[in-house]
């Protein structure tokens, strides 16, 4: 379930709130309970940091496969005729 942040437009109280996505947004202020409690945009939770997935994982899926010399010949050659 994702944590969302609110804020009341009146008494300033901020707040964290685990809810699931299809809830229905607060509108409540818990500490002052005028209807000015709202859902505020921020930053994701995580980072992306270092060089990814992409680089360790996929480095060679953009290069043409090379056969090897003792095969690349033969027509049974598993990576020349790939």
Do not use: H, W
Not at 2 to 30: F, H, N, W
Not at 48 to 72: E, I, R, W
Not at 73 to 82: E, F, G, L, Q, T
């Amino acid at each position: 379930m994702p944590i969302y942040e609110y804020r009341c437009s009146s008494c300033g109280t901020q707040k964290d709130v685990m809810q699931k996505m299809s809830a229905a947004p607060l509108s409540t202020c818990p500490e002052c309970s005028q209807e000015t409690f709202a859902r505020q945009i921020s930053a994701a939770g995580f980072q992306l940091k270092g060089d990814g997935y992409y680089v360790t994982d996929f480095k060679n899926s953009g290069q043409p496969k090379v056969a090897c010399a003792p095969c690349a010949s033969s027509s049974s050659c598993p990576v020349a005729n790939s």
